[in-house]
């Protein structure tokens, strides 16, 4: 089958939506599939055409969050190669730019539209606003979000019951939709694969010692992720346990805050900031770890915490949908829902290492079903049943024009 992934984020950008891509186009690839990708430059405003023409990348401008850019502008250069593409599929992952496009470009060469929606919005509308017509802002991203995944894609995929409820609860969207949980190479992650001097670097680097109980968190330091939480934990934890640190991977626009915070605080000794890590690198980080927490009601899914799990590291994380579906309490690792609970469970992984050792090998079991293999495989389910139907389809709109068309003639004569 030949694939076309359309996508605003693509590496060496790195983020959720970006690790997933390129991971289920690796995925399709051992299977034997040909996968193309058309995706935002995220450094100019430059075309770029690589990989042999395989994957494309077209200018887009800052929007505000993070580093993300968007598009508008859809050449007649790609739009040209990608009919030379010849593509069976197309599979969007975004609802925006390069989403627009490939619902023209599926329009426009009559070709099947499988849609992922990984992004709920409505928590990232204040980067935009300000504080300033959410209400409003929070209509308008879901009517188009409802345009998009129930008026124009074949087929929609999600990766949660979470997700799945705000469809059919709140936006009532007439269509069936798939729910796959977002796959992950999760051998990557595997203690028999890691570099251990690679690893042991790293611990020197943040002065880490033996003797260290390392909470670890992953992810964007900004308002959705609820960092503040866990530093605020962290005050207590260390009346609990002076060797408690706290080791904060990623970057975003509350990092100064969060640092002054902790120097508040005074949790310098305690906390540490790494900043962005890169993507080759972040196997390396989970196994600095004892546990991994996150405080986030934000995530579709949480990539993060199926990273953590593989890497046998115990996931601790707030009460959500999203993790309740990965994160079995009491089994491979825990589940809180107050700061108090945070905090007692902390400490009782902290006083009982036969535990954390238990959650940790359990978690990695568990792992095991978000594999990049298997979620490639129930995607490919879902591109060859809606090729079907829109094949299906067509033949009825040919028929039925073939038929009006014979009987038109049958009247002139």
């Known amino acids: 089958m030949r694939i076309g992934l359309f996508t605003d984020t693509y590496p060496p950008f790195i983020n959720g939506v970006s690790t997933s891509v390129y991971m289920l186009k690796n995925a399709l690839e051992k299977q034997g599939h040909q996968v193309f990708v058309v995706t935002v430059n995220t450094e100019d405003m430059r075309y770029k055409f690589e990989d042999n023409n395989t994957v494309i990348r077209i200018p887009g401008i800052p929007i505000g969050i993070y580093d993300y850019r968007l598009t508008g502008i859809y050449p007649i250069r790609a739009i040209n190669i990608i009919r030379k593409w010849k593509l069976d599929i197309i599979h969007s992952h975004t609802e925006f730019g390069i989403g627009t496009f490939a619902r023209i470009v599926a329009k426009q060469f009559n070709i099947p539209l499988v849609h992922t929606y990984h992004t709920m919005y409505e928590d990232y509308i204040h980067y935009i606003t300000k504080g300033y017509f959410d209400k409003s802002s929070k209509k308008i991203v879901e009517y188009l979000t409802r345009f998009y995944c129930d008026k124009t894609a074949n087929a929609l995929i999600v990766p949660t019951k979470k997700t799945y409820d705000l469809f059919k609860e709140k936006y009532e969207v007439d269509k069936n939709i798939h729910v796959i949980p977002t796959g992950i190479e999760l051998d990557r992650f595997y203690i028999e694969n890691m570099n251990k001097d690679k690893i042991k670097a790293i611990k020197q680097k943040y002065k880490l010692k033996k003797s260290d109980f390392v909470i670890i968190f992953v992810g964007r330091l900004a308002q959705e992720k609820n960092v503040e939480f866990l530093i605020e934990a962290q005050k207590t934890l260390v009346k609990h346990g002076s060797n408690i640190k706290l080791l904060i991977v990623g970057d975003g626009p509350d990092m100064d805050k969060y640092k002054s915070l902790v120097e508040e605080f005074d949790l310098t000794n305690n906390v540490i900031f790494t900043g962005k890590v890169p993507y080759d690198d972040m196997p390396s980080y989970y196994h600095l770890a004892d546990v991994f927490v ?71 079991i568990n792992s095991e079903v978000h594999s990049s293999k298997y979620y490639a495989e129930r995607v490919l389910d879902v591109y060859n049943m809606t090729s079907k139907e829109s094949g299906g389809i067509r033949r009825l709109i040919e028929n039925a024009r073939r038929n009006r068309i014979e009987k038109e003639d049958d009247e002139d004569e």
């Open 294 to 364: 996150t405080a986030s009601t934000s995530e579709t899914q949480g990539l993060t915490v199926i990273e953590a799990m593989a890497a046998s590291v115990t996931p601790v994380c707030i009460k959500d949908e999203s993790f309740e579906n990965v994160v079995i309490d009491q089994l491979s690792g825990r589940i809180f829902e107050t700061k108090e609970e945070y905090i007692s469970i902390i400490t009782d992984l902290y006083d009982n290492p036969e535990k954390l050792t238990e959650f940790a090998y359990q978690a990695r």
